[in-house]
């Protein structure tokens, strides 16, 4: 990424963890939650020197002093969170890596915009996990292009907003029709559109998910930090 970019990537998240901005990626911050809000549950994010730590409201008075004890090393290890997971009795969701670009990959030409309401019909051909990672379950979904063989939609990449705008990718391809690459061609037609239109597009691949990791890097998206909550 550009340096314009990454400022403006950084910014975002210290305006969500509620930190001075040159705290980011070089500081270990642990604090209730900034424009989290009433996320009811642990929001965490780490690159670098730098781990940020958001907790809800209802945590109790000694989870963040241990927390703030706690070494970088141990901070970032998933193994860690996955045991505080268990200890707090919530769910982990992720880790997952963020990854951002800011050069424009050109769009695939047989992808076409579609209604929001036509994945509907892919969500009956994936298991609800695959649904609720895609993206294209979300409530704030603004845009989706699809590709269609012999009439039938296969794959689709949306756009939900990022830092106001429709840059966070999310993507979806039918079993049936995995193993082709289909991943690369929706979603850099969504990125194209992102990049465009408002200078950045964002893809949140969980870390177990090799396909989505490795479709990002094809498409020249850069890794940028790990990201991981409990609720």
Do not use: K
């Not at 424009?35 to 670098?48: H, Q």
């Not at 958001?54 to 901070?75: C, E, G, N, Y």
């Not at 969701?93 to 050069?103: E, S, V």
Request: net charge negative.
């Amino acid at each position: 990424m550009q340096r314009e970019s990454q400022e403006f990537v950084d910014a975002w998240w210290a305006d969500l963890f509620g930190i001075n901005h040159d705290e980011v990626w070089r500081a270990v911050t642990v604090q209730p939650h900034a424009r989290l809000g009433d996320y009811p549950g642990f929001f965490t994010a780490w690159r670098g020197d730098g781990v940020h730590v958001s907790l809800p409201a209802t945590v109790d008075d000694d989870t963040p002093r241990t927390l703030a004890r706690s070494t970088i090393d141990v901070l970032q290890s998933p193994e860690f969170w996955a045991s505080f997971a268990d200890t707090a009795q919530g769910r982990l969701i992720g880790p997952a890596t963020h990854h951002y670009l800011d050069l424009d990959p050109g769009p695939d030409t047989d992808v076409v915009p579609i209604a929001v309401d036509e994945v509907s019909a892919l969500r009956e051909a994936v298991s609800a996990e695959e649904w609720e990672e895609s993206g294209l379950a979300d409530d704030d979904v603004e845009l989706v292009f699809g590709l269609h063989e012999d009439g039938v939609l296969v794959a689709a990449a949306s756009l939900s907003p990022f830092a106001d705008a429709a840059r966070d990718v999310g993507v979806l391809v039918v079993p049936d029709a995995r193993g082709r690459q289909l991943v690369d061609r929706v979603g850099r037609t969504a990125a194209s559109h992102a990049v465009r239109e408002h200078g950045l597009a964002r893809w949140v691949a969980r870390a177990t998910n090799h396909d989505s990791v490795a479709a990002a890097q094809r498409l020249g998206f850069e890794a940028w930090c790990t990201q991981l909550a409990i609720r």
